[in-house]
């Protein structure tokens, strides 16, 4: 499986940017995927999971972007997606997308064995 994130850039605060994440080498409709993000000099942290149950997908945020930003996915086009919304200086880090090792999935970054390159998202005040 290959990850190849993208959609990251330099904003002002409270704008919005839309992150992708294609994944390759396999249908990923059945796996539980997740964005982190890691700030400088910070460790990685988890941001959004989406996870199938059943027909359905459900969702799972960080309370700190809990009602800003979206995770979404499209499984025709094997691409998850991280809508943001209200940006703040505070969310500047590389984001990350990864696949979960597990069904249920999680929010530690041990329980993910697929990630992808990264990609950067700068806040500026």
Not at 10 to 19: E, I, K, N, P, T
Not at 35 to 43: D, I, S, V, Y
Not at 71 to 79: V, W
């Amino acid at each position: 499986v290959q990850l190849q994130a993208s959609g990251g850039g330099l904003v002002q605060a409270g704008d919005s940017l839309r992150l992708s994440c294609v994944a390759s080498g396999r249908t990923f409709s059945s796996d539980t995927m997740s964005w982190f993000r890691q700030a400088p000099g910070k460790e990685r942290e988890f941001v959004a999971r989406s996870r199938r149950s059943g027909a359905i997908y459900t969702t799972y945020y960080a309370e700190s972007v809990k009602g800003r930003f979206t995770i979404s996915r499209d499984n025709g086009k094997n691409t998850l997606y991280l809508q943001m919304n209200s940006l703040k200086p505070e969310d500047t880090a590389v984001y990350y997308c990864a696949k979960s090792k597990y069904s249920m999935g999680s929010s530690g970054p041990s329980d993910y064995h697929y990630w992808g390159q990264g990609t950067l998202v700068t806040v500026s005040s």
